[in-house]
């Protein structure tokens, strides 16, 4: 019984692993399906009475519901994009729209920083794309699609029904305890700031900015090791 | 993209070529300005190292790489990387030579702060211009080291020759 079961989880195991590690996809599939799966029980599973509400919607939110509207039907573009080059400015053109929607709700910095990075972003995709060969680039464009369309559909709508839910929840039900924004702008001006967000990204949370420029720095020496044989570019 | 059969490196027209050298000098103002007033208004030190950059960047697109490496500086950007590193790290660790914890700003709460018109000369500034001598070296070197790839490769295969096909490139011919 024992002997049979621990073999039993063996196979198990080894086919999951199989699965697993065959392609990107799966790799990939592996880490979302488990994900998927929790929160959608957390969903199901949670009472849901008036959880979820509806606000309602102002004149002078039109603006921020035609660039939503916006990224949305360039996000759906981008399902359909087979070549590489149109497809790198779809995923932009989404980028930059959501810039705007940073801006129509008041985060200028976050916006300043969205249409600077869409941009490096592009230009850097077009720019691997040239490394490419055009005959390389044309023929995975031309690939076919495979049979399993339907299956695909089924999971990406699934996968954003629960994604809309989390985030409708998450809107709904602001949490109720105090965050540490507001202590921020409180020691902003003690910090010698006036723009609270720089005084954050540089001061109160320097450390994380810190980690995070060290993984643009080790992302230059990926570059580096590369294309340039390891010299710095 | 008219040159890009003559000269293979895909230089532009005059139009953008116009718009590219009148910009070039305004754009890195506006980086200086979005820095030094970090503290003070909308920007920071990324903001203005990716202008900068994008500033560098149009000189590759319109004058190609041969013109825009004659640029001043733009053969350092992959240094510039990691002094932009060196910086943060030190003013995220000085402080704890100095018995205090890290990221501790200098001068102090409350202490006076010496001005230079919007500047203001305090650690995290310092540390501002680390992160934006990081993401201009990211930008500009990543672009120069496709650039140079781009280069090479057609140096390998010749401008006018025609992309391998699929299957040489499956049988690794091409590397």
Request: proline residues 4%; charged residues 15%.
């Amino acid at each position: 019984m024992y002997k049979g079961g621990i073999q039993g989880l063996n196979r198990l195991s080894d086919y999951v692993h199989r699965g697993e590690v065959r392609d990107l996809r799966s790799r990939v599939a592996a880490i979302l399906v488990p994900a998927g799966l929790l929160v959608g029980a957390g969903i199901l599973l949670t009472p849901t009475v008036e959880a979820y509400r509806v606000g309602e919607i102002k004149t002078r939110d039109l603006p921020l519901l035609l660039a939503l509207v916006a990224v949305a039907v360039a996000a759906v573009t981008a399902t359909f994009t087979r070549r590489h080059v149109s497809l790198a400015l779809v995923l932009s053109s989404a980028g930059f729209v959501l810039a705007l929607v940073y801006a129509f709700f008041g985060a200028p910095d976050v916006a300043l920083v969205a249409v600077l990075v869409e941009t490096v972003v592009t230009l850097l995709l077009l720019g691997t794309s040239k490394l490419i060969p055009y005959k390389v680039l044309r023929s995975q464009a031309d690939l076919p699609l495979g049979g399993k369309r339907w299956r695909r559909i089924f999971f990406s709508s699934v996968a954003g029904a629960f994604a809309f839910a989390v985030v409708w929840g998450a809107l709904s039900q602001p949490a109720a305890e105090t965050t540490v924004a507001e202590e921020h702008i409180r020691l902003a001006p003690e910090a010698h700031a006036k723009d609270v967000v720089t005084a954050i990204l540089a001061d109160f949370r320097g450390l994380d900015t810190l980690g995070e420029i060290t993984v643009v720095a080790l992302v230059v020496l990926g570059i580096a090791t590369l294309l340039n044989r390891g010299r710095l570019p | 993209m008219r040159n890009t059969k003559k000269t293979g490196t895909g230089v532009m027209g005059i139009l953008p070529r116009t718009v590219a050298k009148l910009l070039f000098l305004p754009a890195l103002v506006a980086a200086v300005a979005i820095l030094v007033k970090g503290y003070a208004q909308t920007g920071d030190g990324f903001s203005a190292g990716v202008v900068a950059s994008l500033a560098v960047v149009l000189q590759y697109l319109a004058f190609g790489r041969q013109e825009a490496e004659k640029l001043p500086l733009v053969g350092l950007a992959g240094k510039g990387v990691f002094v932009g590193l060196l910086i943060g790290l030190l003013v995220a660790a000085l402080p704890v030579a100095l018995g205090d914890p890290v990221f501790n700003h200098y001068p102090g709460p409350g202490a006076h702060v010496v001005y230079l018109g919007t500047l203001e000369l305090i650690t995290p500034v310092l540390f501002d211009v680390g992160v934006f001598l990081l993401v201009f070296g990211f930008a500009v070197g990543s672009v120069r080291a496709i650039a140079h790839a781009i280069a090479r490769e057609e140096e390998y295969r010749g401008p006018d020759a025609d992309d391998l096909g699929v299957e040489d490139v499956a049988k690794g011919g091409r590397r």
